[in-house]
């Protein structure tokens, strides 16, 4: 990435509240829960620490902006499972391999515990990192770190809150049978 690119973002409601979305050129760097100017310190500290440079700018028409909106639209609506939004992924090579697994080893419906997911990365005595990655993720609902609970069974920690992430969790029961578009 040229880091002296731009990020575009933009603030939106959803059933659950005000989200984020925060992009560039390449991708969508960040989906979060609650509004711009709320988040803005995160944002400056979260810059700084991957060196992006980029000036943040308000453009709710950018192409990842409006694409990201639109599929957490018909996500909300019942309509989407999956997410095509291409994402541009700012962390450590083993928060990127949780993140993945995430995307790819846990549907819509669905919940894995951190060992489960640490398992599924063959890095089964890493649960306390995946943890630690998991609650890092910087793309609210898209990687769906809402979908992993812990090994009791039990709700845990969740950026959005654990409100937010049981009723995501809730919502996805209810349509985990519906047929989608993608």
């Known amino acids: 990435m040229n880091h002296r690119s731009f990020l575009y973002y933009d603030t939106f409601d959803t059933p659950l509240g005000a989200m984020t979305v925060l992009a560039n050129d390449e991708g969508v760097c960040r989906i979060d829960f609650g509004h711009y100017e709320d988040r803005l310190a995160s944002y400056q500290s979260w810059k700084k620490k991957h060196f992006l440079k980029g000036e943040l700018v308000y453009d709710p028409e950018h192409k990842y902006v409006v694409q990201t909106k639109h599929e957490l639209s018909e996500y909300f609506a019942g309509n989407r499972k999956e997410f095509t939004v291409p994402l541009n992924c700012y962390g450590t090579d083993f928060q990127r391999k949780v993140w ?62 654990v409100e937010k992430k049981q009723n995501l969790l809730n919502f996805e029961k209810e349509y985990h049978s519906v047929p989608h578009q993608t």
């Open 100 to 161: 993945r697994t995430l995307l790819h080893d846990v549907p819509f419906g669905e919940t894995r515990s951190y060992k489960d997911i640490a398992a599924a990365m063959l890095s089964p005595k890493a649960i306390r990192a995946v943890g630690g990655a998991v609650n890092q993720n910087p793309f609210a609902i898209v990687v769906p770190c809402h979908r992993v609970i812990g090994s009791n069974g039990k709700l845990v920690g969740y950026a959005g809150g």
